[in-house]
Antibody, heavy 124, light 107 residues
Framework: QLHLQESGPGRVKPSETLSLTCTVS??????????WGWVRQAPGRGLEWIGS???????DYNQSLVSRVTVSIDTSKNQFSLKLRSATAADTAVYYC????????????????WGPGILVSVSS | EIVLTQSPGTLSLSPGERAILSCRAS???????LAWYQQKPGQAPRLLIY???GRATGIPDRFSGSGSGTDFTLTISRLEPEDFAVYYC????????FGQGTRLEIK
């Protein structure tokens, strides 16, 4: 049974870096069949894709966030992580980690398994 | 960026009725690259449909997807009480984007 769980601070100060980790259990993260990603949802708003990563470390990012975001993977810990620099109030959202299924060998796909989400508030 | 526009914004129906939700893309998509999700309050989204018409694991057959090019549809044949939620479409043909959502509410 695959399980994803987000962890990290629930509050970040403006201009600081928002850092989250997704711990995957029930499946090895370094198998090539699936990739991984982050999606966020501001309060009362829709879903926004942040970025995705292959088990090998290749990444793809939302162009509106690419200058501030880094997604990385640690196969030894079965985790992948998100860093969003220079946070502002507009980054306040529920952040979800998810498994990306779809076209093998690419970051093209859909999210077939999700963590429960973690609310991160950016405020002083 | 491919923009997805969902309609209607809100759909009010009764249990037992059929729901038809629309997702229109700003550029033509390969059908393989269109998915649908359901989200209930306080919960993570759940994948319903991938590749425009493939049902995800455990999804009841009252949910079906169709479409091609720029116009895609999610149909719920007979609404159950648990189907009232927000529905999102997502494309992955060029990067990843989501539609703004359709809220399906009880009439």
């Amino acid at each position: 049974q695959l399980h994803l769980q987000e962890s990290g601070p629930g509050r970040v100060k403006p201009s600081e870096t928002l850092s989250l980790t997704c711990t995957v259990s029930g499946r090895s993260i370094d198998r090539s069949s699936y990739n991984w990603g982050w999606v966020r949802q501001a309060p009362g708003r829709g879903l926004e894709w942040i970025g995705s990563i292959e088990y090998s470390g290749s990444t793809d990012y939302n162009q509106s966030l690419v200058s501030r975001v880094t997604v990385s993977i640690d196969t030894s810990k079965n985790q992948f992580s998100l860093k969003l620099r220079s946070a502002t109030a507009a980054d306040t959202a529920v952040y979800y980690c998810a498994r990306l299924a779809g076209r093998a060998g690419t970051l093209i796909g859909w999210f077939d398994s999700w963590g429960p989400g973690i609310l991160v508030s950016v405020s002083s | 960026e491919i923009v997805l526009t969902q309609s209607p914004g809100t759909l009010s129906l009764s249990p037992g009725e059929r729901a038809i939700l629309s997702c229109r893309a700003s550029q033509s998509l390969i059908s393989t690259y269109l998915a649908w999700y359901q989200q209930k309050p306080g919960q993570a989204p759940r994948l319903l449909i991938y590749g425009a018409s493939g049902r995800a694991t455990g999804i009841p057959d009252r949910f079906s997807g169709s479409g091609s090019g720029t116009d895609f549809t999610l149909t719920i044949s007979r609404l159950e009480p648990e189907d009232f939620a927000v529905y999102y479409c997502q494309q992955c043909g060029r990067s990843i984007t989501f539609g703004q959502g359709t809220r399906l509410e009880i009439k």
